[in-house]
């Protein structure tokens, strides 16, 4: 029941561009997380966004949630080499009381220098 | 320093030979659970766990168990290993749900 997916599936941008990933999901969420990984390492969380919430900002990420499209974007501004890494979104349903926090197959960016 | 610890972080096995994976977390989280990883499948949970004595199957549940004796601990058990278990795993912990989860470095295993 993969509830969370990434577009695109991979993206490759040259350092100081803009990164923007898509995910999409098919249920009611609670919240919606980001998660960056480095090649083979454990995910680390980037940043929360609430279902009333429309968008969030951390330092050079920004991220939007349009609950009546049931999708979200991750923006990363002024990209550098080190943020290179897959992104993945993760969502807790609604009224779904830890069942299932629920992983998309992730973007994979690369930043070339 | 707020951890999820896994270990070992790698293992080669042979097909049906028993394994345990520890992962221990040391925020008092109540939520824990497995995940593997797989190249195009992205993460997929195994088991989770609201609390001690309380677990329930994730995604992918077969040819796995685990235990929730004490609240740190959330062993996996693979009880006699295939080949198809080859795979990421990933240990994580949440302090309740709706919060971000804390992972593990992960495990490598390969079943041969």
Known sequence: SQQGEEDPQALSIQE???ATMNCSY??????????????GRGLVHLILIRSNEREKHSG??????DTSK????????ASRAADTASYFCATDAKDNYGQNFVFGPGTRLSVLP | EAQVTQNPRYLITVT????TVTCSQNMNHEYMSW???????????????????VTDKGDVPEGYKVSRKEKRNFPLILESPSPN??????????????????FGQGTRLTVV
């Open chain 2, 85 to 102: 278990q080859t795979s990421l795993y990933f240990c994580a912990s949440r302090d309740r749900v709706a919060t971000e989860a804390f």
């Open chain 2, 35 to 53: 995940y593997r990883q797989d190249p195009g499948l992205g993460l997929r949970q195994i088991y989770y766990s609201m609390n001690v004595e």
């Open chain 1, 26 to 39: 098919k249920t009611s969420i609670n919240n919606l997380q980001w998660y960056r990984q480095n090649s």
């Open chain 2, 16 to 19: 049906g030979k028993k394994l």
């Open chain 1, 70 to 77: 049931k999708s979200s974007s991750l923006l990363i501004t």
């Open chain 1, 60 to 65: 050079r990420l920004r991220v939007t949630l």
């Open chain 1, 16 to 18: 100081g561009e803009n």
